[in-house]
């Protein structure tokens, strides 16, 4: 399984959003780091096909996911930093809905149900209604989401915001389960949600990628390069970070 993009580029007028960016994912974990504005979320929104690409393809296993169409989505799990809710559904029925729009038979949906329900620790709030769910919750239920139908693709865009420290655990060690036969791609701008668990990290800025390599490879490489020992707690994935960001 292979998911290439080659040359991708995103201008509005005359700012680049993205500025051919040249990757190839395979199985594993991402972890995609960057400064608001880095082009994250530009990235996820062509990834999904949100937004249209100003040059560039994005080939899933070698064909253009834009001519794959629906049986790319079928294999493709999306959270997006941000969603506008159906405040008035409670969170069974809003996954129920999510698995009717990806045509997941009924009998496959209520499993698949239950069983995200349960590992975002939402069983026993199921029946209220989202309107009056905390924001850590509903960034619980917009994971949930995104994982019905087993996808093969996972885009998460900030899947931790909002969540206290003990979430933030549960839900990383939960995607750190997931990345088996599947390609998981995680923006977000907290470190330490994706040191841990992450094969490969992905530094942009200013809409490029800017650094990548296995965590332990980053940090040694720019502890070389700025003179400093790799000693345990003295240079780290946020040296990296800050690197890699000018400061």
Known sequence: ??????????????????????????EGIYGILGANGAGKSTMMNLLTDNIPRTEGQILF??????????????VLGYMPQQQGYYEHMTAQTFLSYMADLKAIPKKQARAEIEKLLEITNLSDVRHKKLGGYSGGMKQRVLLAQALLGDPKVVILDEPTAGLDPKERIRIRNFIADLSRERIILLATHIVSDIESISDQIL??????????????????????EVRESVVPGHFSLEDVYLYYLGE
Request: glycine share 8%.
């Open 61 to 74: 296993d070698g064909t253009d996911i834009l001519k794959l169409g629906r049986d790319f989505r079928r």
């Open 1 to 26: 399984m292979k998911l290439e993009l080659i040359n991708l580029t995103k201008q509005y007028g005359n700012f680049t959003a993205l500025d051919h960016v040249n990757i190839t994912f395979t």
């Open 203 to 224: 530094m942009m800025k200013k809409g490029r990628v800017v650094g990548m390599d296995r965590p332990d490879r980053l940090i040694e490489n720019v502890a070389q």
